[in-house]
């Protein structure tokens, strides 16, 4: 059972509950001892949007075991706030903090589409599936207004360059029009994010996602709409949700999904601290031992840069997980078949050429 926090200054609806100190910047502001302050209030974040003119979008993909070559974000910063996220590090580069920084300011890159248009003009370029969400979410909420995803998903179709979607958020589905034209052409796979079916656990770990149900939903819809369709059912954190494996493949083969895939966490960096705080003011009963487990999977320690192990963990838990999800894979028939994306169809479309789709 979760545990109903007494503390006033548990903030709700964020992940992280405080701003650790960026490595990169040599001084800080902090706030000691506002109990000794009269009439001290502490003031509700609320979502801050940086808009920003950036010079690059398309990132070549260095590591050898995460599934993709090249991803662009058209965001940084996510205000999903999921406490175990692993681009939370990456806002340091900013000069922002990976704590509540990394899901209230949020910098939009409103001139993304116009990169990838200049990106997929340049004459070296070889049409490769480039992954949406390859470090924050494509869809997280800004995007209803900015439609930045939307405009990116139309200028692949356009040039006819593969584009895979990982996403939290139930709004993929306002773009199911260029999604099914994209499918048609077999340009497009879509991954949804599901770590469990515990709307309670969901509440405190993802605060500003979608719903499982939602979830579930846009997977049974991109299906019966012909999209190829699976889910992430990551990470496997021990104690907390690797005992939902079972019941989350099942629900997700049931809605139509044919793929999936799972990493077990790791705590890397500035997150390991983030994550220890929340995990101990949200589930005092068994911190210690949810931590001591994910310690397990990574040789006695929480956060693990090694390529391979990174992703699945090692030792005797991270192998029951991993045979554990075998298991379930081959009972629910996913990962049967793997399909590649299209990618002799790519076309440069050249300045007032009649663009037909």
């Not at 503390?7 to 990169?24: H, I, L």
């Not at 079916?197 to 997977?219: I, Q």
């Amino acid at each position: 059972m979760i545990n109903q926090i007494a503390n006033d200054r548990f903030e709700k609806g964020r992940g992280a509950q405080y701003n650790p100190k960026n490595k990169f910047l040599k001084g800080e502001y902090v706030q000691e001892h506002p109990e000794g302050i009269d009439d001290w209030e502490q003031e509700k974040r609320e979502t801050e949007y940086i808009y920003d003119n950036s010079k690059t979008l398309v990132n070549t993909v260095t590591s050898p075991d995460v599934g993709m070559v090249y991803s662009a974000n058209p965001y940084q910063g996510c205000e999903h706030g999921c406490i175990y996220c692993y681009a939370r590090n990456s806002y340091e580069y900013w000069g922002y903090s990976a704590g509540v920084d990394f899901e209230s300011r949020i910098v939009v890159k409103r001139n993304a589409p116009a990169l990838l248009r200049k990106y997929f003009d340049n004459k070296n370029w070889v049409a490769t599936p480039i992954s949406l969400s390859g470090n924050t979410d494509c869809y997280q909420p800004i995007e209803r207004k900015m439609r930045i995803t939307r405009a990116l998903l139309e200028i692949c179709l356009e040039y006819r360059n593969p584009v895979g979607i990982l996403t939290k958020n139930a709004l993929v589905l306002r773009d199911l029009d260029i999604i099914q034209d994209l499918a048609k052409l077999n340009l497009v796979h879509v991954s949804t994010s599901i770590t469990s079916l515990d709307e309670d656990l969901r509440r405190v770990m993802e605060p500003r996602t979608a719903s499982y149900r939602s979830r579930l939903k846009v997977v049974e819809t991109l299906s019966k709409a012909g999209v190829p369709t699976g889910i992430m059912n990551a990470p496997i954190i021990p104690g907390l949700n690797d005992m939902h494996m079972h019941d989350v493949l099942k629900a997700a083969s049931e809605a139509g999904a044919t793929w999936a895939g799972y990493t077990v966490v790791r705590l890397n960096g500035a997150i390991g601290g983030i994550f220890k705080d929340w995990l101990y003011k949200t589930f005092p009963d068994r911190a210690s031992k949810v931590w001591n487990q994910i310690s397990d999977c990574h040789e006695g320690k929480v956060n693990d840069s090694r390529f391979g192990n990174r992703i699945v963990g090692d030792g005797k838990f991270a192998e029951l997980i991993k045979t554990q999800f075998q298991i379930y894979c081959k009972k629910f028939h996913l990962n049967e078949t793997h399909t590649e994306m299209n990618t002799k169809d790519f076309r440069r479309v050249k300045v007032g050429q009649l663009r037909l789709f």
